[in-house]
Nanobody, 116 residues
Framework: QVQLVESGGGLVQPGGSLTLSCAASGTIFNRYDMGWYRQAPGKQRELVATVTSRGSINYVDSVKGRFTIFRDNAKNTVDLQMNSLQPEDTAVYYC??????????WGQGTQVTVSS
């Protein structure tokens, strides 16, 4: 069983920055592909950024150049640095750890609100 705990959400003005952090426990962290997803009200959950166990990184087009995902296998954490935030980035952000379709875990989510 994998436990994921997110932190770092909050309210920020347009153009501002936030860093989300996800701490994992209960597993061999470096074997898992890690990712951040988000779900805005009335919308489906979407991929934001992923980093595989081998370090390959992928971003959704809407955040390229603004968001950076970083995993630290020594600390069992994966962070999402978010810059130039816009109101459309408002959502609940979820941390994900995936090894197989049967070993796929989610955190409880952290709210990010971008508003003036």
């Amino acid at each position: 069983q994998v436990q994921l705990v997110e932190s770092g959400g909050g309210l920020v003005q347009p153009g501002g920055s936030l860093t989300l952090s996800c701490a994992a426990s209960g597993t061999i962290f470096n074997r898992y592909d890690m990712g951040w997803y988000r779900q805005a009200p009335g919308k489906q959950r979407e991929l934001v950024a992923t980093v595989t166990s081998r370090g390959s990184i992928n971003y959704v087009d809407s955040v390229k150049g603004r968001f950076t995902i970083f995993r630290d296998n020594a600390k069992n954490t994966v962070d999402l640095q978010m810059n130039s935030l816009q109101p459309e980035d408002t959502a609940v952000y979820y941390c994900n750890a995936k090894l197989t379709i049967f070993n796929n875990y989610w955190g409880q989510g952290t709210q990010v609100t971008v508003s003036s």
